[in-house]
């Protein structure tokens, strides 16, 4: 039986002038798994976003088991059994989880107060029934990116929601947290659950959907079953331009890299302890080397990054930027003249999302327009648009931040830290949420500044990633070296991946 | 002797503290729900200056105070309607109230009673330990309110922002407004206490409490026992200052006055303090 269906949903963003969604279909029966399948711009997110009763469409309609829902209604939606788990989480960050799912239906005692006891059993019974690794009672501000995903999937649950719609939901995840993610996506399904995959990872959904559709330019360009879907076919279809390279992205970038050259390093770590009894790491990058940093989540990754970037200091150990401790160099002339730094966490550490395009794009080189250019808001638009372009990224120099999709604020990040060759690089997750090109465009862009002479160290938590772009390759594991290497076809992907689960110490 | 002195520093602790407390608490809730609540030092002022007043018309103290925290309310409405409803800066609107209240309650003193210096009320005036009782036990209920109750659970989702309260399907707006009136209401009792006190309205009788009310909001870190323990800092510095004035005497009077400055200048070094904190948190995180 039917259990979700929409018809001609239109929508046009007038500020972004922007035809996101141009006579959208789909349809959705009883325990199905559908993938959503399209490049950045292609319109999922807003597609989600109808569904979801956030976006107000111009037209369209959408149903659920025959029944109409009104438009650009959260209540409604939800009313009519349709759960949406965000791309970023729209959990409240001061509330338990238990407080977060109960928000909305609280049970009460005394008919005014909320009682925890009966909400922390609710969320318990729902943890214990699929299968959640999450407590209750903890506070979300303390949940890691993939126990923020479980939540937030589980608030949709117990929201009384049949239909799941998850919007790019192992954007922010490791392998082995993704695999996790589907294997709980998996047990819903086989308990009734419909399923919408938002997605631009092709090879990921194919294994866990039954059908497909791909969107493109705000259209439905193809419907079909995932079983023998050929991914070759589909990512062509997905593809704007029919003729843009698109063979591996990453391995292409990697042929144009000349490797390492020789000369003292322009990022050194000496010593530096990244978890509390671990190891103390060492680590170099010499001009024009790119080294690639991998682990799974919570081992060490994240530190790393704090460290290298400079935003902590650490107490044991040192990093060295060009010779000179990186605490000692000003941070106005670090991030303008000496490093480029791309953080992952994009919303809260690498945009300032209330400001616009332009002064994003421009933050690193105010000393470039100074007060008294503040009519010259025309060069600095000109400037901002120089920027935006070897990144194609799709934004006016005034439009804020926040209004870009994913992928674009992703362009918008690079383009500001790739604008020219720094001594180093700093790149933590550079090619999240970009389409097949972008990342290819990403990739050379990065390798391009290498060859210009920029250190780049790249921390990312795909294997393929760090293996398709590195001269060299190191894996953590417990916040300690589990390897370190030439990227010259001895490390396999398995034998990185043994390297990152602590199989070879 | 000692035991004594201590005894009434104590009480004049409590007084001092309790309703700065209260009117704490209402700018607890504005922030809570991601609002600022600028205009408590407005909201006590009238409701003292109406507490005194229909205290006097109706020789009764209960309507006085019921008066007074519904005055608080008005003045409140102005600043949350400007600011939820028409989406003015909360900031600017909150100061706006701030200096409309003295203007509206002298020309309401002119137009009354023809002065716009002391209104005495003595059908208002009641006894501290009653006062004490009646604003602890109304920033208890508010407090508990805040924190335990469905009502006050949804404020704080407003509090983390439109789209996350969005997304739990509440209306941070409606909430953002209510809590803009319960600030104005508890600030409005809060006055109406400080002029039960002395059973007169004094024109700048609050002379800058719901300025150290807000203050007290952040250096209790936002929370209903922090901002608690911060207010009964702020009473014991006022209690000590109101003491070494009662010493007297030509040398202590230098000295008072400095006292006197105290509690206000601890509230402009922790804001500073707090403020720098922000930032370091912010620039860590």
Same mark, same amino acid.
């Given at each position: 039986m039917e259990l979700l269906s929409a018809s001609g949903i239109r929508k046009y963003y007038r500020d972004t002038l922007t035809?996101?969604?141009?006579?959208?279909?789909?349809?959705?029966?009883?325990?199905?798994?559908?993938a959503v399948v399209g490049e950045n711009g292609a319109g999922k997110s807003t597609l989600a976003r109808v569904l979801a009763g956030l976006v107000h469409q111009d037209s369209g309609e959408v149903r659920v088991r025959g029944r109409r829902v009104r438009p650009g209604s959260v209540r409604e939606a939800e009313a009519a059994g349709i759960g949406f788990v965000p791309q970023s989480s729209l959990l409240a960050e001061g509330l338990t989880v238990a407080e977060n799912l109960a928000l909305g239906r609280e049970p009460r005692s005394l008919g005014l107060f909320v009682s925890r006891r009966k909400a922390y059993v609710e969320t318990a019974m729902l943890v214990e029934r699929f299968g959640f690794r999450l407590d209750p009672d903890s506070l979300v501000s303390s949940l890691t990116a993939a126990e923020r995903r479980h939540a937030e999937i589980a608030r949709a649950l117990a929201r009384g929601g049949e239909i799941l719609i998850l919007d790019e939901p192992t954007s922010i995840l490791s392998e082995s947290e993704s695999a996790k993610l589907f294997e709980l996506l998996s047990r819903l399904s086989s308990a009734g659950k419909a399923i919408l995959l938002i997605t631009h990872r092709l090879s990921e959904v194919l294994k866990i959907a039954d059908s497909v559709t791909v969107l493109r330019d705000g259209r439905v360009i193809a419907e079909v079953p995932a079983d023998g879907a050929d991914e070759a076919e589909l990512s062509s279809l997905m593809a704007r331009g029919a003729t843009r390279p698109r063979t591996s992205a990453l391995s292409l970038a990697a042929a144009a890299g000349m490797g390492a050259c020789a000369g003292p390093p322009a990022l050194e770590i000496r010593g530096l302890r990244l978890a509390a009894g671990a190891r103390p790491i060492n680590l170099s990058v010499s001009p024009g080397e790119?080294?690639?940093?991998?682990?799974?989540?919570?081992?060490?990754?994240?530190?790393l990054e704090d460290f290298a970037s400079g935003l902590r200091t650490p107490d044991e150990g040192e990093v060295l930027v060009g010779g000179a401790s990186l605490s000692s160099i000003p941070r106005d002339r670090l991030r303008s003249e000496l490093m480029g730094y791309a953080p992952a966490d994009r919303e809260r550490r690498g945009l300032c999302l209330p400001a616009t395009a332009r002064d994003n794009l421009l933050a690193l080189r105010r000393r470039e327009f100074r007060a008294r250019?503040?009519?010259?808001?025309?060069?600095?638009?000109?400037?901002?648009?120089?920027a935006a372009a070897p990144l194609s990224l799709e934004a006016k120099p005034r439009q804020v931040a926040a209004s870009l999709s994913g992928g674009n604020r992703q362009r918008l990040l690079l383009a500001r830290e790739l604008d020219r060759p720094r001594a180093v690089l700093v790149l933590a997750e550079p090619l999240q949420g970009l389409d097949l090109a972008t990342q290819a465009e990403a990739a050379l862009l990065i390798r391009e500044l290498a060859a210009k002479g920029s250190a780049v160290l790249l921390l990312v938590s795909s294997i393929e990633e760090a293996?398709?772009?590195?001269?060299?390759?190191?894996?953590?594991?417990?916040?300690?070296?589990?390897?370190?290497?030439?990227?010259?076809?001895?490390?396999?992907?398995?034998?990185?991946?043994?390297?990152?689960t602590g199989a070879v110490a | 002797m000692i035991l004594e002195r201590l005894t009434s520093l104590g009480i004049s602790t409590l007084a001092s503290a309790a309703p700065l407390a209260l009117a704490a608490l209402g700018g607890l809730a504005a922030a809570a729900s991601g609002s600022l609540s600028i205009a408590l030092e407005g909201s006590m002022l009238v409701g003292a200056f109406t507490a005194a007043a229909v205290g006097h018309a109706t020789g009764s103290a209960a309507a006085g105070m019921a008066a007074g925290a519904f005055a608080g309310l008005l003045l409140s409405l102005l600043v949350g309607g400007a600011a939820v409803g028409l989406k003015a800066d909360v900031f600017v609107a909150g100061l706006a109230a701030n200096i409309l209240a003295p203007g509206i309650v002298s020309v309401a003193s002119q137009a009354a009673y023809g002065t716009?210096?002391?209104?005495? +009320?003595?059908? #208002?005036?009641? $006894?501290?330990?009653?006062?004490? %009782?009646?604003? /602890?036990? *109304?920033?208890?209920?508010? @407090?508990?309110f805040l924190s335990r109750s469905v009502f006050g659970l949804r404020l704080r989702v407003a509090g983390e922002g439109d789209e996350i309260a969005a997304a739990a399907?509440?209306?941070?707006?409606?909430?953002?407004? +209510?809590?803009? #009136?319960?600030? $104005?209401?508890?600030?409005?009792? %809060?006055?109406? /206490?400080? *002029?039960?006190?002395?059973? @007169?309205?004094?024109?700048?009788m609050t002379s800058g409490r719901g300025w150290i009310a807000l203050v007290a909001v952040f250096l209790g870190g936002r929370r209903p026992g922090g901002v608690a323990l911060a207010c009964l800092l702020f009473g014991l510095l006022f209690a000590l200052s109101n003491l070494v004035q009662g010493f007297g005497g030509q040398g202590a009077s230098s000295g008072a006055e400095l006292l006197q400055a105290v509690p206000y200048a601890v509230t402009a070094l922790a804001l500073v303090a707090w403020k720098g904190a922000e930032r370091r948190r912010k620039a860590g995180g």
């Open positions: 035809l996101a969604n141009d006579g959208v279909f789909l349809s959705l029966i009883e325990g199905e798994t559908r790119v080294l690639a940093v991998t682990a799974l989540a919570g081992n060490g990754l994240g530190r250019d503040w009519i010259g808001g025309r060069r600095r638009d000109e400037a901002a648009r120089e293996l398709g772009s590195a001269d060299r390759v190191m894996a953590l594991y417990r916040g300690e070296t589990a390897f370190e290497g030439a990227n010259e076809g001895s490390p396999t992907a398995a034998s990185l991946l043994a390297a990152m | 716009k210096g002391v209104l005495a +009320a003595e059908a #208002l005036r009641s $006894g501290q330990w009653e006062i004490i %009782a009646l604003l /602890a036990s *109304a920033s208890l209920a508010l @407090a508990l399907g509440i209306r941070s707006g409606a909430y953002r407004l +209510a809590a803009h #009136l319960i600030a $104005g209401a508890a600030s409005g009792l %809060a006055g109406a /206490a400080l *002029a039960a006190g002395i059973g @007169a309205y004094v024109p700048g």
